[in-house]
């Protein structure tokens, strides 16, 4: 990566960003050092970012425009840098996340991302083949800014339901995974989140093929999002929907209440 002076600020939204953020810096006369501290965040992040090799959280472009006096010119670019941030495929899902008024999910294999920890996310991320460092870091910072939806003042209904095996497949070092499971206990406590497991005794369940997200829009048909090996993909066709609709509620039926699930994740943390 060429230093700060050389990149090309048309290069990425990453780029772009970072370039801003220099410029405005240099403007208000802060040293990296100085910005950092009154960000109260790392100098490493701050120099990283302006380099484009990590991607901004929002809470990080807020806190830079109210350091450097940009009037909200940071937070206005932070869309683009974050949906960036995502591969090309999965772009679309992000704007129908932001509107969905409902989110219905099936996840046989692991964490739904917008439940995962830090460290959940790092140790599945990392396993992607070739990606390098930057891509990864890259890659949580955006997965873990996705989960602001479910705390913003008008959130949307997010309906889980996972397989149990999720609860005992090590992600991780023990510890990841017991900070993973504690902290699924406290999103089902959140007023709009509900939280179901299928239990691991059940012999054969309809959504064994794959995960998927069923996205209910004000005023629009359903949308569903289907998981594959390698990438995903987006769906309004009404076979698609409806297909996958009944799927989620044949899933839904076999899985435990929620209160009896909140049970079995207390028990899970004693376990690891």
């Known amino acids: 990566m060429p230093p700060a002076r050389e990149l090309d600020p048309g290069s990425s939204a ?11 810096r ?16 790392s100098l490493s992040l701050v120099c990283a970012i302006e380099l484009a090799r990590r991607t901004p959280s929002r809470d990080f472009a807020e806190r830079a425009d109210q350091a450097l006096g940009t009037g909200g010119a940071l937070v206005r670019l932070w869309p683009l840098v974050r949906n960036a941030a995502h591969p090309a495929w999965f772009r679309p899902w992000l704007e129908i996340e932001q509107a969905a008024l409902a989110l219905l999910t099936w996840q046989p294999l692991l964490v739904p991302g917008l439940l995962q920890t ?12 070739a990606a390098t460092d930057e891509q990864i870091e890259a890659a949580i910072t955006a997965r873990m800014s996705r989960k602001a939806i479910l705390h913003r ?5 997010y ?19 017991r900070a993973q499971v504690r902290s699924l206990i406290e999103s089902a406590c959140l007023p709009n989140v509900t939280l ?8 054969a369940v309809a959504g064994l093929t794959g995960a998927f997200v069923i996205a ?3 005023g629009d048909p359903d949308l569903v999002y289907v998981e594959s090996a390698r990438e995903g993909y987006v769906s309004d066709r009404p076979p698609d929907v409806e297909s996958i609709a009944r799927r989620f509620d044949v899933i839904r039926s076999l899985a435990l209440p929620v209160n009896t699930t ?11």
């Open 14 to 24: 990453l780029a772009f960003f970072g370039s801003e953020l220099r410029q405005h």
């Open 26 to 41: 240099v403007r208000a006369g802060l040293s990296q050092e100085q910005l950092a501290e009154r960000l109260s965040y």
């Open 118 to 129: 830090e460290e959940y996310a790092r140790e599945v991320l990392s396993q992607e083949p």
């Open 153 to 157: 003042p008008d959130p949307p209904m």
């Open 159 to 177: 309906g889980v339901v996972i397989d149990e095996w999720v609860l005992y497949r090590p992600i991780g070092a023990p510890a990841i995974m």
């Open 196 to 203: 179901q497991v299928v239990p691991r005794e059940c012999p």
């Open 216 to 218: 209910r829009i004000p």
């Open 262 to 272: 909140l049970d079995l994740l207390s028990k899970v943390v004693e376990e690891i």
